[in-house]
């Protein structure tokens, strides 16, 4: 066995469980980062897993590797980087340990991050939330479990993370509603409920039936529910509910995209941005600031404060003719 496989072993549990205490999202997708190297120095060497040595993974090697995700594997910039951060983590780790690879880890350590083109976050609009709610089928149990968890989502702008790992204790229908979450970074957030929601919840934790650290959300079968069967879920829905609602048709709506409704409503409503950043979680308020970058009629609202409508322009400056003269003599 080479010394690359205990450097990945001890790097997990060490430093990852250990040191950084690190969630299980952050353990799973350094993983995941891994598994997927490896696959791409194995198909490229003709290696076993198991003998690929630290000197294998040269920058060529993890440079070609970062280029596969994009070109063959279709990954975005952001997930590419996200490959690289793990990357980077663990010659970090191993820049300590094997002084003898010095030069291989500076160099993989030197591969910049790619830019990413920022893109105006989408959001639904009154009428197109609506239409989502209304398009699931409240005559049957996914439907009623859809209207909850899309319900709480917009309501909420819970990550789709948070929303996985909800119990059904951490929802509080009493006196103070709220939804209590294990957000990003181990952060714990308390989230409050409107009434209309917290009927919509109560309704479905009762035909739930489970206990207190039971799923919030799960499949017909009692699992919990996976990332691809949210995301499944909510473009079959939109589907369905761009039939009465056209602005639908075309639009990409993800679980995420609710995320930002929820943001863009408290927006509206004239909530502060650092209010809206403690209620969706955001570590830096800059984060945060997107919507209003993303938001027009914040913008038009600006410019008609910045020049009220009734007032005559006045226009440019415009000098005598004794002073044109004095400029002209110059």
């Not at 639904?124 to 009623?144: H, I, K, N, S, V």
């Not at 709220?178 to 409920?193: D, S, W, Y």
């Not at 207190?212 to 996976?226: E, Q």
Request: proline share 3%; hydrophobic share 45%.
């Amino acid at each position: 066995m080479t010394s690359l496989a205990p450097l990945l072993q001890s790097f997990f549990t060490d430093r990852l469980v250990t040191q950084r205490q690190a969630s299980d999202n952050t353990i799973a997708a350094y993983r995941d980062a891994f598994t997927l190297l490896l696959s791409y120095v194995c198909a490229q060497t003709g290696k076993k897993p198991s003998a690929v040595e630290i000197g294998d993974l040269d920058a060529d090697t993890i440079t070609g590797f970062l280029h596969h995700l994009e070109e063959t594997r279709g990954n975005s910039i952001r997930t590419r980087n996200a490959r690289l951060a793990a990357i980077h983590s663990l010659f970090g780790y191993a820049a300590l340990r094997h002084h003898e690879h010095a030069a291989v880890i500076q160099r993989v350590l030197a591969i910049p991050t790619a830019r990413m083109q920022r893109n105006i976050v989408t959001w639904l609009d009154p009428a197109e939330a609506d239409a989502l709610l209304g398009a699931c089928d409240q005559g049957t149990r996914t439907g009623r479990r859809d209207h909850a968890m899309f319900t709480l989502a917009i309501q909420t702008g819970l990550r789709i993370s948070e929303i996985i790992g909800l119990a059904i204790a951490d929802v509080h229908t009493g006196v103070g509603a709220h939804v209590h979450c294990l957000g990003k970074g181990r952060k714990e957030r308390r989230t409050p409920l409107l009434p209309a929601a917290v009927a919509i919840l109560a309704a479905w934790i009762a035909e739930h039936g489970g206990p207190a650290d039971a799923a919030l959300f799960t499949t017909s079968t009692g699992r919990r529910l996976s990332r691809d069967a949210i995301e499944h879920r909510i473009r079959h829905t939109i589907n369905a509910a761009a039939s009465s609602c056209p602005s639908l048709i075309g639009k990409r709506v993800t679980i995420h995209t609710l995320r930002h409704t929820a943001a863009m409503r408290l927006l509206h409503a004239g909530v502060d941005t650092t209010v809206i950043a403690l209620w969706l979680g955001h570590e830096q308020i800059v984060t945060t600031n997107i919507y209003l970058h993303a938001d027009m009629t914040l913008k038009e609202n600006a410019i008609a404060k910045v020049s009220p409508s009734g007032v005559a322009a006045t226009g440019r400056y415009q000098p005598t003719d004794a002073v044109l003269a004095f400029l002209a003599a110059l």
